[in-house]
């Protein structure tokens, strides 16, 4: 097996970070690429959410189109002089 780049700052960046943490080049490069593909991970998991919500949010927008105004829920809630449930 045998990986060969051929880019001088990618050379220059492995041995930095190789020497900052007393690591071969080798496996400062392998924990590297383990942590950039793990946070690829996390990405793909937050777009899928959020596409989630969104989706659940244009689904469910047309059953609150109807609703009354945010004060006027509280009318039918509560007795506007005391206060106290309906």
Request: hydrophobic fraction near 35%; charge should be positive.
């Amino acid at each position: 097996m045998s990986l060969n780049i051929k880019n001088e700052e990618t050379h220059r960046l492995a041995r930095e970070l190789a020497r900052q943490t007393s690591e071969t080049v080798t496996l400062a490069v392998t924990i590297a690429l383990k942590e950039r593909l793990e946070r690829q991970e996390k990405v793909k998991e937050q777009d899928g959410r959020l596409k989630w919500l969104l989706q659940l949010s244009e689904r469910t927008a047309p059953l609150f189109k109807d609703l009354p105004s945010f004060d006027k829920i509280g009318d039918l809630l509560f007795d506007r002089e005391t206060g106290l449930p309906r």
